[in-house]
């Protein structure tokens, strides 16, 4: 073939080149463009005119530029092809990959998206505080609707769970997924960043005073669950007219010889109430009151006024004296001026191996169906409105600041009952 023959070739107008070229580097049309989404095919004719008239305009019609224009515009059709075919992988990974775009993630599909997840990680650990017989309900629940994510819990006190887990964390033994305990192994867990921060579809529905503020109007943890501190008696021992309707009804000299408080936190915690509220003054007239400090848990010192071995206590929890009475203890419970609580947080653990999961699970726990299960249980929702004051001791300040106020608690504790 001559030269000037190649000439004419090249210079003969061929606006279908780009195509012919398209088709040889993606198939025929049958299963190229026509099987191409939409999309695909708007940006592939939205190109292939610029990039014709770019190529004549950089390219001289000669024979030795026709080859070089034919591979520069099959490298340009392969390009966008791939371009094309990884449309969908594009919206695909807008889909949150790592654990702390899952908790960020507020798509519709989340419940889907985690339950997909959770499935392939195939269980959760759960770190809680939570008695045995209410942790396997809720964990129970939570197999019920979700099959094929177990559930595996380690239970135990929260400072042991606190310890527990901070040594795991410093071994690099990353175990748990999910925890729930009360807020100062959370706040211990927060200022040490093992919590990872999350959202959730439920989080509207609890009051500021219920989550823990984190990054990008994300939470620590949110409460889950909560137990109430204020005057528990026996119904045999304690006339109605004798009962407190506030904390200066506990001097009725009625309730003299009669009552008692638990040695350990919880008893130290309403005497913070006290003091918040009366002042440190009408704590030490409490003395005159001859109350006996019982070195056990609330929870243990229900059963106490439940035989009658004491007739009241204002350390005692809503939870465990409606418990009682369920099993038919002549007991009873009233609030107090102002109701300690003691929350329990549901939150994620930073280093999760299981991140799906671990957020279902926190989701679940602030569930309308599991927040019925655990009020069921006698535990309070941080949700509803009772009809008393709550206080949250830890608020108050920082970790420190309410070790340092607990301590000044116990002491007066010690100094106003007997052994």
Known sequence: MSRED???????QDPGALTRILKTSIGAPSVGMSKMPRTQ?????YFSKPLRLCARRVFPFSSSSEVFKHLWLTLIATLLFLCFISAPAWSQSSKPMSAADLAAYTGADRERLLLDGAKREG????????????NKQVAGAFEAKYPGVKVETFRTGSSALTQRLLTEAQARRHIADAIETTLP??????DAHLLLPYTSPYLAAFPEDAREKGPRNLVYWTHARESYIGFAYNKNFVNAADLPKNFDGLLNPALRDNMGLSGDDTGAR??????RTKGEGFVKKLKEQNIRMHMMAGSALTQLVAAGEIFASPSQFYSATNVAAKRGAPVAWIPMDLVVANAGGAAVYTNTQRPHAALLFADFLLSPEAQKLLEDLYFGSAKKDYGFKRWYPEKSGTLAQYEEALEGW??????ITRK
């Open 410 to 415: 116990h002491k007066l504790l010690k100094e």
């Open 6 to 12: 190649l000439s004419s070739r090249s210079n003969a």
């Open 185 to 190: 192994g959370l706040l211990t867990f927060r």
């Open 41 to 45: 095919r708007k940006i592939m004719t």
């Open 123 to 134: 269980k959760v650990v759960w770190y809680t505080t939570l008695a045995a017989e209410q």
């Open 270 to 275: 309403i005497i913070g109430a006290m003091v």
